[in-house]
């Protein structure tokens, strides 16, 4: 379910370094999977998605993974920049409900200089 | 291309007052539309979603209605606004192409009840 109301978990990584960042998500019937950046004071952006019939997709310095029988989905981002600092967002959504995009708690990336 | 505008950027507003926040869509025909609010330092709620003109569902309880009068024209409002609707109001849009498709985001709006 939706977990709005935590305060957002950090990770700090060095710059150049590989950062992973990690979403549990509870409906197994979903099928469909969102990861978005979102930088202060805008909305977010999309990054990468994956359907539940892949369990790894690639795209320019980052991959999902996702892990259909632990309900886990990951994000890895390559060569990390200071330009990566940001709140990430996962997204869940199913055909049963309209795929309407539910999102996780979130994650904030600090990029150490 | 496709555009979402949503307006304003900024908004103070006194508790009791109304409230009336607009987005729309441009480049595109029968968008799927969301309403998300998000909380300082906190993640996006889901507060209501459409799939089609007059097709609106309320994803939680709470002092807000949404209205969909034409197809790319998505409305937040309030009668009477509260202290605890203050927060970043996000207006989406995405294909309704079936098999779930990436959310466009607007910019957002900062709504700040006094």
């Known amino acids: 379910g939706e977990s709005v109301g935590l305060h957002l978990p950090t990770l700090s990584v060095q710059e150049g370094d590989n950062s992973i960042i990690n979403c549990a998500y509870s409906?197994?019937?979903?099928?469909?999977f969102i990861w978005y950046k979102q930088e202060s004071g805008k909305g977010p952006q999309f990054i990468i998605d994956?359907?539940?019939?892949?369990d790894k997709r690639q795209g320019q310095r980052v991959t999902v993974l996702l892990n259909k029988t632990v309900k886990h989905l990951s994000l890895q981002i390559a060569a990390t920049q200071p330009g990566d600092s940001a709140v990430y967002f996962c997204?869940?959504?199913?055909?049963?409900?309209?795929?309407?995009?539910?999102f996780g708690s979130g994650t904030r990336l600090l990029v150490r200089p | 291309s496709q555009t979402i505008h949503q307006w304003p950027a900024t908004l103070v507003q006194p508790v009791g007052s109304p409230l009336s926040l607009e987005c729309t869509v441009e480049?595109?025909?029968?968008?799927?539309l969301y309403w998300y609010r998000q909380a300082a330092g906190r993640g996006l709620q889901l507060l209501f979603y459409?799939?089609?003109?007059?097709?609106i569902s309320s994803e939680v309880p709470q002092n807000l209605s949404a209205s969909r009068p034409q197809d790319r024209q998505f409305i937040l409002s309030s009668k009477k606004l509260l202290l605890s609707d203050s927060g970043f109001y996000l207006c989406?849009?995405?294909?309704?192409?079936?098999?779930?498709?990436?959310?466009?985001f607007g910019q957002g709006t900062r709504l700040t009840v006094v």
């Open positions: 989406a849009w995405s294909d309704d192409r079936g098999g779930g498709t990436e959310a466009f």
């Open positions: 409906n197994s019937a979903s099928d469909y």
């Open positions: 994956i359907r539940s019939n892949m």
């Open positions: 997204a869940e959504s199913r055909m049963d409900s309209s795929y309407k995009l539910i």
């Open positions: 480049g595109t025909s029968n968008p799927n």
């Open positions: 459409s799939v089609g003109i007059g097709q």
